[in-house]
């Protein structure tokens, strides 16, 4: 029965120190003046020279000097583990700190290159033959360039409306259209085609006796940087246009390419 309740004791003590530590409420002094007084009412043979010493023994077989220096060493061990977790949840702070700066600034570098990146893919542009005036344009005995003059739109600059050529600044797919207009004759189609870095691609002919013919193509292609599109007039026939802009010439960018893109085409 003794056992227990030196069993008990020492539980309630342990309580008592830790929960001092934890919140905070007493110093480590304080503790001990506690700790003192409390030995001092278990053992009044230290305070009363009548009582005998080994009368407290029987009651317990550690004395509350031993029970007071274990409590002591307990004390300066939950210390020292408040200032480690005080001095860890100081690194964290800053670690977390320090981490939010780099993905603040990682957000605002990504935003701009994605601004970029739109603006490199603002590419599109469409343009009638001509500036002003009317008139037949052919026929010719050989193939000819048009030049698209009258330009409505020319985002990206990628159109040269001088040499009527459309030059690819980035890998992409491109969707291309055009169009024809003529007078109608027995004799003389109208026919414009596509090209690709000199190779023919798509054409649009229009053929009747009378009134007038007209025609249209579209077609979706693969550039690199660099790869040229223009239409050219088809030798021995011939086209018309005027201030409605009958004759047009249109591209712009689908959307870009990679490599790895490319090679699952």
């Known amino acids: 029965m003794k056992g227990l309740l030196c069993t008990l004791l020492l539980l309630e003590t ?6 001092q530590q934890v919140d905070g409420g007493l110093t480590e002094n304080e503790i001990s003046q506690q700790l003192s007084n409390e030995d001092r009412r278990q053992n009044p043979a230290q305070t009363d020279p009548r009582r005998d010493e080994t009368d407290s023994q ?7 000097s031993d029970i007071h220096a274990a409590l002591r060493e307990l004390t300066a061990t939950v210390t020292e583990q408040k200032a480690n977790i005080r001095a860890l949840e100081t690194q964290l702070r800053e670690e977390l700190n320090k981490k939010t700066d780099e993905m603040s600034n990682l957000t605002e570098s990504q935003v701009e290159e994605l601004r970029k990146e739109n603006r490199d893919r603002e590419i599109a542009f469409s343009a009638a033959l001509m500036e002003s005036g009317g008139g037949d344009i052919g026929p010719f005995t050989t193939e000819i360039t048009l030049t698209y003059r009258n330009v409505f739109t020319n985002i990206g600059n990628a159109y040269n409306p001088i040499t009527g050529i459309f030059t690819a600044p980035l890998k992409g797919a491109y969707m291309f259209n055009f169009s024809i207009y003529g007078h109608s004759s027995p004799s003389t189609p109208s026919t414009v085609y596509i090209v690709k870095n000199g190779e023919k691609v798509v054409i649009a002919h229009g053929h009747q006796d009378q009134y007038f013919v007209n025609s249209s193509k579209g077609v979706v292609l693969i550039l690199e940087v660099g790869d040229v599109v223009y ?17 047009t010439f249109s591209g712009y960018l689908l959307f870009p390419l990679r490599e790895q893109e490319l090679c699952r085409m």
């Open 231 to 247: 239409v050219r007039l088809w030798s021995g026939t011939r086209i018309y246009d005027d201030k409605n802009n009958h004759m």
């Open 58 to 64: 029987q009651y317990c077989h550690l004395s509350f």
């Open 14 to 19: 342990f309580v008592f120190v830790v929960q």
